[in-house]
């Protein structure tokens, strides 16, 4: 069995990519035959709901069809290994097994590899696409069964730095901590390395106003589809595009910051109510002025002095409309990312607009479930709730929620780039169980990570499709996908939403739920593990309950009465009840009366401009900068299987300007060699002026020779962890086939 049957009814549920979490809804597909194997069972209709206003991109237009991709695990796969007299070992090919063999195999391996080596010997690695059950669930697992400090997980490589540096400033983390529709009634915007027109275009929707204003900004070493919503290139603006020198975006905010101080337009009462460390940032930015910030950043002085008056003339300060400084990965993904965030929230603060209504920072979450996957345990440093694992209290009251021992509870693990780094080496990591993630494909210098799962004893991964990372397994375990499963997500404006079940799986798949389950019993733990998403959800909404990250008023069926009500979703914190008994409404704009912080202000953080880890040399001057097509998502493991996806773009390319092209002899559609310090891809070109001449662009949803991950640094930021996916140094040829 390929597809299960619809539901009788349409379900509504949310599109199973990014952090939109654009509503849809899945009716059964009447004139097609289910279980037929090829047909989606279900057709998608899009569905009225604030963050998407009844739009869907193209991948949310046709993710029924992931519901029957051709090659769908249904069934468990192990690869059996043998040992010649001289210990050479040889692996030998992925063949069916029962769900008996392959769990048995994992538990065994498990116990054998911590009796050896100890308990931190296995590693698990999950995702920001799992449901907020199923990520509390693996940090469970994690901590109560294996009992292994080394837990991390994908959103390391995606909203590390946003969230150190917003826990920093403002002491919590909710990507935006505003609905996303109050930007529609912003005179400015100013976005930082995010590419909203392609990775989630409804939500450009909410751009409207502002670019009718003239409000909005963008900083883009590229003219993206997002930058060019600032105006035609000849012809009236509708907002400023600002192209810096890859790697120097924070230097653009430095200069901000210095003419909001130089001119007088920063929010002087506002910072003496609300802010500390006001005085260090002033001193730490008055090195900055535009002139000399233009000859590292290449953005013209005179245009960071229009956008900072631009900025300071929307903020409420000034009596305007109000205005939002908004960061993506394109500025985050950097070994100066967390600085990088400080500074763009150091202006927010300067311009007095955190924690006020129509006014703020933000950060745009990009997995589906990022904002919720990083809050209920499965990262390294973490406990239910948003709790940090070394907080005595958090972790007395989340083991008696688990009803273990505090002292039981590993402490906190190597972050997710360490981790993967530290594979195989020896007294390291000998297990690795992958839930949601595809590292071979996603992760920095992957190369190096194919060479590090090679030299693991055991490898699981859980996942829908064969993706790269699972085809290198030892055991391949089939699980359930978005639309076969009950269960919850986080928007990026932290709003708890419900995953619905339309379809049944095929007959041998299993939740996640069951797996972890199976292997707490196999593995001999007497920790409950519930099957029920909905009563997951209550006990990490007991978990979370005190949390910065509080779910302790909500549950399945409350969710389910608001959205029948025609409520829009509650925003976390949602705690159990509010003074008077009566339940709590939600949160949908945080930090209104006092940050998070113990006096309740916000902090200012000096910081200045280092520059990229892998600068442009005699043998790579040419910098390289990654992203998404509005046709994939992260790995493409999912939408590389969408045949209506694929066909539009079905490779990687390599985006240079005719100006680069002219110098290296490269015309349009050439073949092109890459090199890096790493390692080399290939891909074709793709002339373009919308990239600067001194860059080239390669989106990262691809395996295989144009993988472009393969040449990127691991090199990473020494807050958050996260890598430096967005800037590095290569050589550009013409690809001879050599
Ligand atoms: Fe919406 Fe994102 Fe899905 Fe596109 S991928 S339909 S923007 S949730």
Redesign the pocket.
Known sequence: VRTGRAAPSGRDTH?P??A???GMTLTPAQDRVPDDGASPPVVVAPREFPT?KGG??Q??WTSASLLTASDRLTVPLVRDRTVDAGGVVTRGELRPATWDEALGRVAASITAIQAESGRDAVAVFGGGGLTNEKAYALGKLARTVLRTANIDYNGRFCMASAAAGANRAFGADRGLPFPLADLAGAGAVLLLGSNLAET???SVQHLAGVRERGGLVVVDPRRSATAALTGPREGPPQGVHLQPVPGTDLVVLLALLHVVWAEGLADDEYLAARASGVEDVRRAVAAWWPERAETVCGVPADDLRRVARLLAAASPARGGRGAYVLTGRGVEQSTQGTATVTAAINLALALGLPGRTGSGYGAITGQGNGQGGREHGQKADQLPGYRKIDDPAARAHVAAVWGVDPASLPGPGRPAVELLRSLGTPGRPRALLVHGSNVLVSAPDATRVAERLDALDLLVVCDLVPSETALRADVVLPVTQWAEEEGTMTSLEGRVIRRRQAVTPPADVRSELWVFAELARRLGSTVPFPLDPAEVFDELARASAGGVADYSGLSHARLDADEAAGGPGLYWPVPSTRPGGEAHPGTPRLFLDRFHTPDGRARMVAVDHVGPSDDLRPDAPVYLVTGRVLQH?QSGAQTRRVADLDRIVPGPFVEMHPILGFRLGIRDGDPVRLTSARGDVRAPARWSDDIRADTVFMPFHWSGAGSVNRITTDATDPVSGMPEFKVCAVAVEPDTGV
């Open positions: 599109c990519y990014c939109l979490q654009c998407n869907l991109c991948k949310g989630m275009p409804p998502y």
